[in-house]
């Protein structure tokens, strides 16, 4: 979504320029967060993704 996303847009307005169609099952979507809940969303989402990482590969994978 970041690659997508113009400098100039929210992230909202790049997923209503990427649907383009109201239509779309997902555009009820757009506006739903502000940016700020987005941030501390994708941030949680990070945080649990890297729990579930760190407990399914326990060992430090850089050094392999």
Do not use: Q
């Not at 009820?28 to 399914?56: F, H, K, T």
């Amino acid at each position: 979504m970041r690659r997508a996303k113009d400098e100039s847009e929210n992230f909202s307005d790049a997923i209503g320029r990427l649907l383009g169609d109201d239509k779309h099952p997902l555009h009820g979507l757009v506006g739903l967060l502000e940016e700020d809940e987005a941030d501390r969303l994708r941030g949680r989402s990070r945080a649990c993704r890297e729990g579930v990482n760190s407990r399914m590969w326990p060992t430090d994978r850089s050094k392999r």
